[in-house]
Nanobody, 121 residues
C-alpha cells in the first residue's frame, strides 16, 4: 500500500503564496501520476493540477499562471506552489497518486487526508 501525507496548508491573505507538499511512502514500485484536487464547501471536488513521471503537467484553467506543480521522483514527493491566491482558492486540497506497489499489481489510486487552504483578509 501507498500512503500520502500532505503539508503546507494554512491561512493566507489574498495575493499571498503557499507551497503544499505531498510525500508518498510505503510499498512503492512506481508512481505514474501525482496530482492535487480541491473541494470547497458546497462544491464538487475538482482537479487543480497533475504531473506525470515524465513531468508533463496539466492545470485547471482557474489556476493557470498562478499555480505550479512539480515533482521529485527520488523523494516520491509532489509540490504545489500557489501564488496570487484568491478567496475562491479556499478549499481542502488533497493529494492523489496513481501507483503500483509491486510490478505485477494493477495501478491503484491513492489519496491523502487533505489540507485546508484558506485565503482571507
Amino acid at each position: 500500500q501507498v500512503q500520502l501525507v500532505e503539508a503546507g496548508g494554512g491561512l493566507v491573505q489574498p495575493g499571498g503564496s503557499l507551497r503544499l507538499s505531498c510525500a508518498a511512502s510505503g510499498m512503492i514500485f512506481r508512481i505514474y501520476v501525482m496530482g492535487w484536487y480541491r473541494q470547497a464547501p458546497g462544491k464538487q471536488r475538482e482537479l487543480v493540477a497533475h504531473i506525470t513521471g515524465g513531468a508533463t503537467t496539466n492545470y485547471a484553467d482557474s489556476v493557470k499562471g498562478r499555480f505550479t506543480i512539480s515533482r521529485d521522483n527520488a523523494k516520491n514527493t509532489t509540490y504545489l506552489q500557489m501564488n496570487s491566491l484568491k478567496p475562491e482558492d479556499t478549499a481542502v486540497y488533497s493529494c492523489n497518486a496513481v501507483a503500483k506497489s509491486r510490478i505485477n499489481d494493477y495501478r491503484k489510486t491513492y489519496w491523502g487526508q487533505g489540507t485546508q487552504v484558506t485565503v482571507s483578509s
